[in-house]
């Protein structure tokens, strides 16, 4: 399984932008990186996915260098509504996806 | 679309005991996975589907018995219930073949909190 690593916790403040790293140095050629986003007592949510440069959506960027064995969840201008476990995964060609334990990222007023 | 249900949402159980926790999905997805997640941690997996007929195993299978017969239903069975295994069950599903979207995004379901006492 490709291992991420993940900061276990950020704090901010609305109306800031965090941006929350994962390492996956074992990521293989065929590998996708996905975020994934959840809230107390509710399932995953998906927030964006890419292979490699930036991607952007309505929700977050995410940031990928050439190497790949990193990339960087943006989410430009949060609010209280954004606190929630951030995870970052990486693809497996086997299907066999692996959830670590996330970044909570606590947004405060 | 319903998108991904899972039945019970609460369940007691005392050692020993068997269940089933279900899990449909309505969207035609051919990948189904389930997954527990213990206080303040991340989900580990239990069992993942690929398609109707074909199943294996995860991280964490002990305890756990699975079966694909429809692509619609993925149930999770477990045989003999233990302490160890009180912790909120997700099912998951994704891969619409058609859409060609990757298997990694996927949709998950609002969970079944089990006790075992």
């Known amino acids: 399984l490709a291992k991420t690593t993940q900061p276990i916790s950020m704090d901010s403040y609305e109306g800031q932008e965090v941006n929350i790293t994962c390492s996956h140095n074992?990521?293989?050629?065929?590998?996708?990186i996905t975020w994934y986003q959840q809230f107390p007592s509710q399932g995953p949510r998906f927030i964006i996915q890419g292979y490699k440069t930036k991607v952007t959506n309505e929700v977050a960027s995410l940031f990928i260098p050439a190497d790949r064995k990193s990339s960087t969840l943006s989410l430009p201008r949060v609010s209280l509504s954004d606190t929630a476990v951030y995870y970052c995964l990486v693809g497996e060609g086997d299907y066999k996806l692996s959830f670590g334990a996330g970044t909570t990222v606590t947004v405060r007023a | 679309n319903a998108g991904v249900t899972q039945t019970p949402k609460f369940q007691v159980l005392k050692t020993g005991q068997s269940m089933t926790l279900q899990c449909a999905q309505d969207m035609n997805h051919e990948y189904m996975s389930w997954y527990r997640q213990d206080p303040g941690m991340g989900l580990r997996l239990i069992h993942y589907s690929v398609g109707a007929g074909i199943t294996d195993q995860g991280e964490v299978p002990n305890g756990y018995n699975v079966s694909r017969s429809t692509t619609e239903d993925f149930p999770l069975r477990l045989l003999s219930a233990a302490p160890s295994q009180t912790s909120v069950y997700f099912c998951a599903s994704s891969w619409d073949r058609t859409s060609g979207a990757s298997t990694d995004t996927q949709y998950f379901g609002p969970g079944t909190r089990l006790t075992v006492l």
């Open positions: 074992n990521i293989a050629t065929n590998d996708y």
